[in-house]
């Protein structure tokens, strides 16, 4: 655990002024006037509940985080940025910043909505840095896509026959519409999540969604005719 903690600044001393990892955790779990863990802690922990215990002091309750969401958060730098090497960086500050403002989480807000809240904080600051904020607004030359009222963004595209060509068709999208693509399917969240971490409300969410969508089956067909052709 310590290599994965002090790459993030949190070393031994620090270490050793926390509290003992079992015991936060436990606290953060029991519930009952007896002591005892109520039957849902014998389940895995939740991210909540781990990140509310890492709050506390549980060095243990942040490794596990760390585990659970290290490969998705990854993606969603590299599939946005580039190099590879900054990517890493931005996903480096992402924890250091959740590590540096553990104690301001409250337990009723989602995991990975906080999570993401901070690592689409530092993708703005990094597309403002570089002069591309601008990349960010929404591509008002695009027509209104229509669709029937029932019809759900994920059921438009079937991505399990999209294979490798994924990640060229995504470099194709703007950067808004990349954004919220990825954290509904790298990082599994829920329109209203993304919306959240965003900043943003549910209707634009849903809407850089279906152009998205619509783009990426664009590409797709555009690039079958080119098989299709030679």
Not at 104 to 114: E, L, N, P, Q, V
Not at 130 to 155: C, H, I, V, W
Request: hydrophobic share 40%.
């Amino acid at each position: 655990m310590r290599p994965v903690l002090e790459s993030f600044g949190v070393n031994r001393h620090h270490e050793e002024t926390l509290v003992n990892p079992d015991d936060a955790l436990d606290a953060s779990l029991t519930n009952s006037k007896d002591g005892q863990s109520p039957p849902a802690a014998k389940a895995e922990f939740s991210d909540e509940a781990l990140m509310a215990a890492y709050a506390s002091g549980n060095l243990q309750a942040f490794e596990a985080l760390y585990l659970r969401h290290k490969d998705p958060l990854l993606r969603y730098f590299i599939r946005q940025v580039s190099p590879r090497e900054t990517a890493e960086e931005l996903f480096q500050e992402t924890w250091q910043s959740l590590i540096k403002n553990a104690k301001s989480y409250k337990s009723s807000a989602k995991f990975t909505t906080y999570l993401y809240t901070i690592a689409h904080s530092r993708l703005v600051d990094f597309y403002r840095k570089n002069g591309r904020l601008g990349e960010f607004a929404m591509d008002d030359q695009y027509a209104e896509l229509e669709a029937t009222k029932d019809s759900q963004p994920e059921r438009l595209l079937d991505l399990s026959q999209l294979g490798e060509q994924l990640l060229a068709a995504l470099d194709q999208l703007a950067a808004a519409q990349k954004e919220v693509f990825i954290l509904k399917f790298e990082a599994g969240m829920t329109v209203p999540e993304i919306a959240e971490s965003l900043g943003d409300n549910a209707e634009a969410v849903k809407s850089r969604l279906r152009y998205a969508i619509a783009n990426l089956k664009g590409f797709f067909k555009a690039e079958e005719l080119k098989v299709e052709s030679n």
